[in-house]
């Protein structure tokens, strides 16, 4: 079993090196001496005090509706010899988590992209997001870019997913009193449409669910009216504006609602709700509401097999970067598989091959977080801590050998 937090003197080395190579790109930061050992810990979350709400005002966006409905078929690429218990393509969908937060003005929400704009590398201080190392493929993009969601989308293909959960974080108004108070929030919820008419204009082979994070001022404090309006407008400006490109979970379109925001009180019947966090807890199951989990120790992915089939993968997790460029992680860095030689990917995989029987679904964490280093997006490949192409092409590799039941090969 490969150790969750591995830090030998090889990789000192090299994370030297890499460091070089972050200090020209970000926005600096303190570079430690030496390396405090980082200790597995659970975030913890730290709750604002409540602010009553209101139901919000916005007009819903009105566009056609496509006619056409797009079957998800991966983008062939390493293709296994079948065995006699083959899964069909598309019966047990690939999906990945896809953030649409990058790129933005951090005053204005204009679309600009480059260093320092919206999570790559913003400065220190209230919302800063810092811990990138490596340059995207498509550069330092903007997350509503027509150009970088087509190359986008046309990486995901090559890598089998036709399934996109996109982190959501609200529409600007963030105290539910009827006013835009975030504008990289309110351009967040534009890159989502741009993200959609996309799709549906190209007739592109994806399906979309959103992920709704906890964007307001008091997740736990949601009172049921506010619960309602985040509904009633996912279903206006999205849903039921793009339905036959949602992605449809136990016979309704899918929202995930992560950690504190519950959204399964409002009993909506237009949706199937799920819920999303991230513990340690082997009992997870019994010891909270959770439909899903997800923690960055491969150990735990097959106990993290929720009951209605969903396995999440993940190439690595590394908040080394972070740290190392001034951002209060508010708990020790942990780190898992930093430099991709451990084989995390490929026992991840391997659990799911173990266990098909049990998968309906498998969620990658995740397409694009860069900050975490937990992405399989294609970046310029500049750096010791860089991958290229190389996670795309494997993903399409070990997603093959998934539906195959063949097993991954994993390193001893």
């Given amino acids: 079993m490969w150790a969750f937090f591995k830090y030998t003197v090889d990789n000192v ?62 983008t062939p690429g390493i293709t296994p010899e079948p065995s006699p218990k083959s899964h069909v393509v598309g019966s ?11 790129g933005f003005d951090l005053t204005t929400g204009a679309s600009i992209g480059g260093l320092k704009s919206s999570h790559w590398n913003t400065d220190l201080g209230i919302g800063s997001r810092v811990g990138v190392t490596d340059e995207p493929l498509y550069g330092f993009y903007a997350s509503d870019d027509p150009a970088v969601i087509a190359r986008q989308l046309e990486s995901m293909g090559e890598a089998g997913i036709s399934t996109i959960i996109v982190s959501w974080h609200g529409w600007g108004d963030i105290d539910f009193d009827g006013r835009v108070d975030d504008k990289q929030k309110e351009a967040m919820q534009s890159a989502l449409v741009a993200l959609m008419d996309y799709i549906s204009s190209t007739d592109a082979r994806f399906k979309v669910a959103v992920l709704v994070e906890p964007f307001m001022v008091d997740p736990p404090g949601l009172n049921l009216a506010q619960k309602r309006s985040i509904l009633d407008f996912l279903w206006d400006n999205v849903y039921n504006v793009y339905p036959e490109f949602m992605f449809i979970w136990e016979t309704k379109p899918l929202v995930v609602s992560w950690s504190d925001v519950d959204l399964k009180e409002p009993g909506d019947t237009r949706f199937t709700v799920k819920s999303w966090s991230s513990t340690d807890n082997p009992n997870w199951k019994v010891d909270t509401t959770l439909d899903w989990n997800w923690y960055p120790d491969v150990s735990l992915v097959k106990g993290m097999i929720s009951d209605d089939g969903v396995v999440v993968v993940f190439p690595r997790y590394d908040e080394y970067w972070m740290y190392v460029m001034g951002k209060d992680l508010g708990h020790d860095y942990r780190r898992v598989d930093p430099m991709l030689e451990e084989g995390v990917y490929e026992q991840a995989w391997q659990v799911a091959v173990d266990n098909r029987d049990e998968v309906a679904l498998v969620l990658i964490y995740t397409w694009n977080e860069h900050e975490e280093h937990a992405a399989i997006e294609p970046d310029k490949g500049l750096s010791p801590v860089s991958y290229g192409n190389s996670l795309v092409e494997k993903t399409s590799q070990y997603y093959r050998q998934f539906l195959a039941g063949q097993d991954i090969a994993v390193r001893d």
């Fill in 92 to 102: 047990q969908p690939l999906a990945a988590l896809m953030y649409l937060w990058f």
């Fill in 13 to 74: 080395k090299t994370l030297i090196l890499a460091t070089l190579i972050v200090v020209t790109i970000a926005c600096g930061g303190p570079t430690p001496t030496s390396s405090p050992t980082p200790l597995p810990t659970t975030t913890s979350t730290v709750t604002p005090a409540p602010t009553a709400g209101m139901i919000p005002t916005t007009t819903p966006t009105v566009r056609p509706t496509p006619t056409a409905t797009p079957t998800a078929t991966p």
